[in-house]
């Protein structure tokens, strides 16, 4: 998990009826979540198709998790683009207005 605070928590989680014992960085409460987000994936992959295996199941959770990890990534980069652009903007707009005071 990544670094939530210096405090490790240890604690079972159960992904996809699996029980694993973890440790982690961060409170308890975030690692549940994010172990939630993981079994509710795998569970809407298995009902799309239910022959799948845990480990395929697994694996495609990781491919659709990481696809939205990298969309997100995508759209952050643009706004902060989109940020700096008019950012510049109203400096440019404000450095004029001082000078022709």
Avoid: W
């Avoid at 993981?38 to 198709?49: F, I, T």
């Avoid at 697994?58 to 659709?64: E, G, H, I, P, Q």
């Amino acid at each position: 998990m990544s670094e939530q605070g210096d405090n490790h928590t240890s604690l079972n989680i159960v992904i996809h009826g699996q029980q694993y014992p973890i440790t982690a960085n961060g409170d308890e409460e975030y690692v549940r979540k994010v172990a939630a987000y993981v079994d509710d994936r795998m569970s809407m992959l298995k009902n799309k198709a239910p022959a799948n295996t845990l480990i395929r199941l697994a694996v495609l959770a990781a491919l659709n998790i990481t696809d939205e990890l990298f969309a997100l990534r995508n759209e952050n980069k643009s706004l902060m683009k989109e940020l700096a652009e008019k950012t510049e903007r109203m400096s440019h707009s404000l450095d004029k207005a001082l000078i022709e005071k």
